[in-house]
């Protein structure tokens, strides 16, 4: 098998399905073509030889290969089968390019460029093959770069015939819209012992550690009235909301804060003459300030109701995810085995605490300690997103070879 030929083959054949998740529709998976996706890695599947899977309504689809060493640990691997909705297409066109040091203009129509003055990143990378978008869409490595790992895992697995524990690959929907893919995720169908999932980042990083995350949305209704007969009638919704948003500033935000500092993000907005809203993400590291955050805007819609007695002020507030190393415990055995990994493969480990959420975030809150490790990629979320092919070639050997710890 020629590994990055494998690997970029899978990576184009399912970037070829366009599966972006849809916030605004709740049912589970969001979207069609997640659907269509999981169908197909179930038919890949079957195709080499996976005679235990299990494709759900949910999208969630399910592999089993039964182990042929009695004393191994069972292993699951998770990724995801959306791509997130930033408002660029919903079609990826990779295309893979020697990356030479010099600025790269990726698509003349829109005139796209990307070099080392705006992303001195890549300069760890000349020299190498690097898949990029053309600059209409985001490249989809988040997480499609993890589900060709998987595949490729899958593959080589069958193909060398290679004693190991029960292998499980789950490949869940809507990561990207809060994680209810793993929420959904029948565990008694994935009964491993350690559980990785594998997303997010450049050559070496290690997740166990992420936001708490929430999200609270304020409503207020107002009272309306002609402005020839507004005085101590009209109450202004926007104003109320305008209110809401300046007591948020103090308490960071994302783009002034870093590291384990968390923040307020006032990510929606509506407002009209009689009903306005605000959407605010909550994201903390610390399980006590996260408490305090919450409480504090419930502070903010009391002093609020006091200053504008006539609006109908409500707040709602709900948990998202939680950081997985509250869930750790001191059985720290998955963890230290992916430690060991990088360091067999001489791949030198990059612990990040991550200022976002995974997968693991989910299941480790349902008791699966869940551990992150990288993909290679840079940049997610953006059209500037590319992933080096030794970065990603590394992601598979790290997966590789926690089957052969096992």
């Not at 012992?193 to 936001?211: A, K, L, P, Q, S």
Request: with cysteine; net charge negative.
């Amino acid at each position: 098998m020629n590994l990055e030929s494998t690997l970029i083959d899978y990576f184009r054949r399912y970037v070829a399905v366009s599966s972006q998740s849809d916030a605004a529709n709740p049912a589970l998976p969001s979207s069609e073509g997640q659907k269509q996706l999981a169908a197909l890695l179930q038919s890949d599947l079957i195709s080499l030889g996976y005679n235990e899977t299990k494709l759900m309504e949910s999208g969630i689809l399910i592999a089993r290969l039964p182990g042929t060493k009695g004393s191994a640990k069972s292993i699951g691997f998770v990724a995801h089968l959306d791509t997130v909705d930033v408002g660029l297409s919903a079609d990826i066109y990779p295309q893979l390019v020697r990356y030479e040091g010099k600025p790269l203009c990726l698509n003349d129509v829109i005139q796209f460029n990307i070099s080392e003055e705006t992303h001195p990143e890549l300069a760890k990378y000349r020299g190498q093959d690097i898949l990029f978008t053309d600059g209409t869409s985001v490249l989809g490595a988040d997480n499609k770069a993890a589900i060709s790992v998987m595949m490729t895992l899958a593959k080589n697995l069958r193909d060398t015939g290679r004693d190991h524990g029960d292998i499980y690959f789950a490949f869940v929907p809507d990561e990207e819209i809060g994680l209810r893919g793993a929420k959904a995720l029948p565990l008694d169908l994935f009964p491993v012992d350690h559980c990785y999932t594998i997303d997010c980042c450049e050559r070496g990083e290690v997740i166990y550690e992420t936001f708490n995350a929430g999200s609270a949305t304020l409503k207020v209704e107002g009272i309306t009235a002609h402005p020839m007969s507004a005085k101590n009638v009209l109450v202004n919704p926007n104003l109320v909301a305008a209110d809401f948003i300046s007591m948020l500033n103090d308490m960071g935000k994302p783009e002034q804060t870093e590291g384990r500092e968390g923040y307020f993000w006032v990510t929606d907005m509506a407002g009209s003459q009689n009903r306005a809203s605000v959407s605010v993400a909550i994201r903390d590291f610390d399980q006590e300030s996260y408490e305090h955050r919450k409480a504090y805007l419930e502070s903010l819609v009391c002093f609020l109701k006091t200053k504008h007695p006539k609006a109908v002020i409500e707040l709602a507030v709900d948990d998202v995810y939680g950081n997985i190393a509250q869930a750790m415990g001191e059985n720290t055995e998955a963890l230290d085995r992916l430690y060991a990994a990088l360091a067999d493969l001489d791949i030198p480990a990059k612990t990040i605490a991550m200022r976002g959420g995974t997968d693991g975030s989910a299941l480790s809150a349902r008791g699966l300690f869940t551990p992150n490790f990288f993909t290679g990629a840079h940049n997610f979320h953006s059209p500037y997103e590319f992933l080096p092919i030794p970065s990603f070639a590394d992601s598979y050997r790290v997966a590789y070879r926690l089957v052969e710890m096992a």
